[in-house]
């Protein structure tokens, strides 16, 4: 039995001294605290604070706002929201709005759907650059260069590369121009340009390089040792991908697709530059209600698109736990 009192004590490679109880307490005590954990965070939430919680309450106050005509001045009102949701005679068995959705809640589900088939684009034009870039190009030097070569778009302005979509798409562009010298049609072809085709392709063309970024770092993260292990193991490349790749990647894609979704339910100005005004979406409709001083309107608009850009991300870190993979 080991007396307490004595200084050393008998371990597995001999006679130690114990840790003398007052040098301890008096190194902690001489410790140097650092800088305060309130200091540090201070300014991120200062920033947080006055450009997202200001803001935010800012266009809330705003949507429940409305003038009233007989003194001036300001009232708190829920019309606008009724506004948003209520089509006239939409109980009505005889009209013909019967279940008809508002024109609003309609150009919402349609800046979804552009959005969704955008993502599936980009994912799928996206991956593959990635995968070569991670994947079969073994130095790093050129790695780094060809990403830096895809991530050229993102030097220029966003509205210079919408606008450079239209000499490529009108009936005299690039590519009318091609498709006649190559005797494939006859005249130019009209539905590139002011198209869905047209304002898919640009979007795919503007938002892609989104996607391989994120994919590329997730891919150039995992081990090449596993996969030359599947290889002498007799897996084929589909299992590898299957059960090594894919898997191993998926943080990177859901990155890639969150920033894709946010940046593509607030688009407008692709839709006005390249669509020509043809179709609506919920930005073009903060835009235009903004421009007529019809601020509640637009406030509300902003509301549920960032309730459905927020359902959209939690969606997506469902079916993806980030964390948990990384």
Same mark, same amino acid.
């Given at each position: 039995?080991?007396?307490?009192?004595?200084?050393?004590?008998?371990?597995?490679? +001999?006679?130690? !001294?114990?840790?003398?109880?007052?040098?301890?307490?008096?190194?902690?005590? $001489?410790?140097?605290?650092?800088f305060p954990?309130?200091?540090?965070i201070?300014?991120?939430?200062?920033?947080?604070?006055?450009?997202?919680?200001? !803001?935010?309450?800012?266009?809330?106050?705003?949507?429940?706002? /409305?003038?009233? !005509?007989?003194?001036?001045?300001?009232?708190?009102?829920?019309?606008?929201?009724? /506004?948003?949701?209520?089509? /006239?005679?939409?109980?009505?068995?005889?009209?013909r709005?019967?279940?008809?959705?508002?024109?609003?809640?309609?150009?919402?589900?349609?800046?979804?759907?552009?959005?969704?088939?955008?993502?599936?684009?980009? #994912?799928?034009?996206?991956? !593959?650059?990635?995968?070569?870039?991670?994947?079969?190009?073994?130095?790093?030097g050129?790695?780094?260069?060809?990403?830096?070569?895809?991530?050229?778009?993102?030097?220029?302005?966003?509205?210079?590369?919408?606008v450079?979509?239209?000499p490529?798409?009108?009936?005299? +562009?690039?590519? $009318?121009?091609?498709?006649?010298?190559? +005797?494939?049609?006859?005249?130019?072809v009209?539905?590139?340009?002011?198209?869905?085709?047209?304002?898919?392709?640009?979007?795919?063309?503007?938002? @892609? @390089?989104?996607?391989?970024?994120p994919?590329?770092?997730?891919?150039?993260?995992?081990?090449?040792?596993?996969?030359?292990?599947?290889?002498?193991? +007799?897996?084929?490349?589909?299992?590898?991908?299957r059960?090594?790749?894919?898997?191993?990647?998926?943080?990177?894609?859901?990155?890639?697709?969150?920033?894709?979704?946010?940046?593509?339910?607030?688009?407008?100005?692709?839709? @006005?530059? @390249?669509?020509?005004?043809?179709?609506?979406?919920?930005?073009?409709?903060?835009?235009?209600y903004?421009?007529?001083? $019809?601020?509640?309107?637009?406030?509300? $608009?902003?509301i549920?698109?960032?309730?459905?850009?927020?359902?959209?991300?939690?969606?997506?870190?469902?079916?993806?736990?980030?964390?948990?993979? #990384?």
């Amino acid at each position: 039995m080991t007396d307490s009192t004595d200084p050393h004590h008998t371990g597995l490679i +001999g006679t130690q !001294p114990l840790p003398a109880a007052k040098g301890l307490a008096e190194r902690s005590a $001489n410790r140097d605290p650092g800088f305060p954990v309130g200091w540090l965070i201070a300014p991120a939430s200062l920033w947080i604070f006055v450009f997202l919680v200001i !803001p935010f309450f800012s266009i809330i106050v705003f949507s429940l706002l /409305e003038i009233n !005509p007989e003194t001036g001045g300001y009232q708190f009102t829920f019309s606008y929201y009724g /506004e948003y949701f209520r089509t /006239e005679g939409f109980f009505d068995a005889e009209s013909r709005r019967f279940l008809k959705l508002s024109i609003f809640l309609r150009t919402l589900g349609q800046t979804i759907y552009f959005t969704l088939l955008v993502m599936a684009l980009c #994912l799928i034009v996206g991956y !593959p650059v990635a995968y070569f870039l991670a994947m079969q190009v073994s130095s790093f030097g050129w790695q780094m260069s060809l990403f830096l070569l895809a991530m050229v778009p993102f030097w220029t302005s966003y509205l210079i590369r919408a606008v450079a979509w239209l000499p490529m798409l009108g009936r005299r +562009g690039l590519i $009318n121009t091609a498709l006649i010298s190559l +005797g494939i049609i006859d005249k130019p072809v009209e539905f590139f340009l002011y198209s869905e085709f047209g304002y898919v392709m640009a979007l795919v063309s503007l938002y @892609v @390089v989104l996607s391989i970024g994120p994919i590329f770092f997730s891919l150039a993260k995992i081990d090449k040792g596993i996969i030359e292990a599947a290889k002498d193991m +007799g897996a084929s490349p589909f299992q590898i991908f299957r059960e090594i790749i894919g898997p191993l990647s998926l943080p990177g894609v859901a990155i890639g697709m969150i920033f894709i979704f946010v940046m593509l339910m607030g688009e407008f100005a692709t839709a @006005v530059v @390249v669509y020509g005004g043809k179709t609506t979406t919920s930005g073009t409709v903060i835009l235009n209600y903004y421009a007529i001083a $019809n601020y509640p309107f637009a406030a509300v $608009n902003a509301i549920m698109l960032m309730l459905a850009m927020m359902i959209g991300v939690i969606i997506i870190l469902r079916i993806v736990d980030i964390r948990k993979e #990384l």
